[in-house]
């Protein structure tokens, strides 16, 4: 069975308004800020129990047992909200009639299991930039452990760091499946950046 693909123009588009859209994304993860007020209340009412009941997800367990760095912190961070903000303006791509329904990330995580159409545009999305589902459980994890303390830096911000980050994730992450999410978030958002400006070029 063939996958549905988006067209290039289509996609395109898409990344010319990621620069004009981080702002909005601080937003967008409403749900995060939610998760996040309630992992504060159970660590402060249990403490380590915490991690021993979480013991089973070693994405979790390894996210409460690591204190990244402050810049290497907001570099994984800004690259998962420049990620997750392309799946979510994907799928607002190819649902335009749904635009008014998907105003978060979170709506689009909520309704894709209710709506066969927003699955369908997710599962293209995740395909188009090179993701998978579990990249996006990991990354979200990432966000409420980290959603905080972190601070986004602007593309100008990280332009030491281009092509230094695959190996800066190899150091300072130690979770197997979290370096491969934020691998693959760094390339989808990388791609993005490229496309932008190859269009500001021409």
């Not at 660590?43 to 997800?57: F, I, R, T």
């Not at 601070?151 to 491969?180: C, P, T």
Request: glycine share 4%.
């Amino acid at each position: 069975m063939s996958k549905k693909t988006v067209p290039f123009s289509s996609f395109i588009s898409t990344v010319k308004r990621l620069e004009q859209r981080v702002e909005d994304l601080q937003v967008q993860f409403d749900f995060l800020q939610t998760a996040a007020d309630k992992l504060d209340r159970r660590l402060a009412l249990q403490g380590d129990s915490v991690v021993k009941k979480e013991g089973q997800n070693e994405t979790w367990k390894s996210l409460m047992e690591t204190s990244f760095p402050p810049l290497e912190r907001d570099l994984l961070y800004s690259y998962t909200v420049d990620a997750l903000g392309l799946v979510h303006s994907l799928v607002r791509e190819q649902l335009p009639e749904l635009e008014k329904d998907l105003p978060t990330f979170a709506s689009i995580l909520k309704l894709k299991s209710l709506n066969e159409k927003i699955k369908q545009a997710y599962n293209t999305a995740l395909n188009n930039l090179g993701l998978c589902e579990d990249d996006v459980k990991s990354l979200s994890v990432f966000l409420i452990t980290c959603y905080y303390g972190a601070n986004y830096l602007q593309q100008e911000e990280r332009k030491a760091w281009v092509g230094k980050m695959n190996h800066k994730i190899d150091v300072v992450v130690s979770n197997q499946e979290l370096q491969r999410s934020f691998k693959n978030a760094l390339l989808a958002t990388e791609k993005a950046q490229r496309l932008i400006d190859t269009n500001k070029e021409g």
